[in-house]
DNA sequence: TCAAAAGTGTTCACCGTACACCCATGG
DNA sequence: CCATGGGTGTACGGTGAACACTTTTGA
């Protein structure tokens, strides 16, 4: 500590993490809440945060705060942006650091339903959450579709097998935008990316619709390399 | 203050900005480095950067930062990313937040040149800058070429009067790639956002080029809506 | 038998890409 | 008169977009 001359112990501030989480199902894209269990805005719907530690980078803060309000493990999280208003914490001076994840609601649903503080919300119907997390959603919004549109995407949020409807419409209501059928399952085959299996969901019709799985190995390369869908 | 009981002071931290500066010239893309002026590392070249003060947000400080180092004002400049490894910073856990700045380097050499602990480098000749100031150095690089194929750019980077050849060789110097000469003028033409005058230049061939200038309107409107260049 | 969803191809317009020659001028 | 960079157009292939009918089967 022998330069700390120009390091000003004063203007320590605190930092948080605040993690949009989404996840799909039937109804559609879904965001993740929690009841807020102190003061103030107690009982106020929030993204999931908490405070950085010393300890720790903002990467594990946001994994820790997703675990031990979830426990939810080994979700792929990317940092999105720093909020820093002055004011934007009416308790103190906060800085947030957002996260996003994608989560696969039917894989993990049983473990979040212990914890009832937690809670989805179809994402055209969510409350209106404290502080500025409503504008952290939007730009993860932002985000999510850039993402669906320059690397595959449904991995993180699909059950395991899926039909080509479900796809398409994990893919509409992200861009939030109806899709042709034809068009889409077209382009979506020609990443090659999918595993057509011999299996049919009979749920949503008589005839079936058979179902798919992602190409593990396929799918991590086409979200490196990337690519410029356009829909 | 009432309810400091879940913000913990320990766990406070110093938070910097760090800018990533870009400029254009005959040579190609410039950064824009400080020879650090105190110890650790005192005499290194850096980013430029400074802490985060208790009555303003990041941006005012990145444009803070920029002004007192450098005189400039007004620069456009834009959040990046946050860096929080533990160990960054030698001295003391501090989190920096880096934004990047295109500046005119015509227009404002003359107030750069007071201050000569600042220089600019050739992007691909730049020294080895300290801490993580690499990392961040890339993540820019990899904003600024996005940015190139989804917006128009240029505005920020060239002086007012500028030939096709200079455009040209803006985008070549981003994007670390040879552009085919008709093929780029004819779809930077497409975008409507040029005007061009009736003067030419000279300097570097006999016969003289077209000066061109953007339209700020339509520039600007094109900003907004953006694009997706290929190039 | 009929309702409801599944599945399947083609055509057209547009855009990206590759490519080569003449022009104007100062030295 | 010639060297240097400036300026211009076309042809081809690929991709995005629009579009409608037949199949299956449980109720």
Redesign the interface.
């Known amino acids: 500590?022998?330069?700390?001359?120009?390091?000003?112990e004063?203007?320590?501030?605190?930092?948080a993490v605040d993690c949009i989480i989404f996840g799909f199902d039937e109804e559609g894209l879904k965001i993740l809440f929690v009841k807020r269990g102190?003061?103030?805005e107690k009982g106020k719907w929030s993204l999931m945060g908490g405070?950085?530690?010393?300890?720790?980078?903002?990467?594990e803060a946001a994994t820790r705060v997703l675990f031990s309000l979830t426990g939810l493990q080994d979700i792929y999280m990317e940092?999105l942006?720093?909020y820093?208003?002055?004011d934007r914490d009416p308790?103190?001076?906060?800085?947030s650091?957002s996260y996003f994840a994608l989560i696969n609601k039917n894989k993990y649903d049983l473990k979040l339903n212990i914890k009832n503080e937690a809670q989805w919300f179809k994402f055209s119907e969510a409350p209106l959450p404290i502080f500025d997390h409503q504008q952290m959603i939007e730009k993860a919004l932002i985000r999510l579709r850039r993402k669906a549109l320059s690397t595959p995407l449904g991995f993180e949020l699909l059950p395991e097998k899926f039909t080509m409807r479900q796809l398409k419409r994990l893919y509409e209501s992200i861009l939030n935008q109806k899709l042709d059928k034809r068009n889409f399952i077209n382009k979506f085959n020609s990443l090659d990316i999918l595993v057509k299996l011999e299996e049919k969901d009979k749920t949503s019709s008589k005839k079936g619709a058979f179902l798919y799985k992602f190409d593990e190995k396929k799918y991590q390369l086409k979200k490196e390399e990337g690519f410029?869908f356009k829909l």
Chains 1, 2 share one sequence.
């Open positions: 500590m022998t330069y700390l001359n120009h390091y000003n004063e203007d320590k501030v605190l930092v102190f003061e103030p405070f950085l530690k010393r300890e720790e980078n903002l990467a940092q942006y720093s820093s208003e002055i308790v103190t001076r906060t800085i650091v410029n």
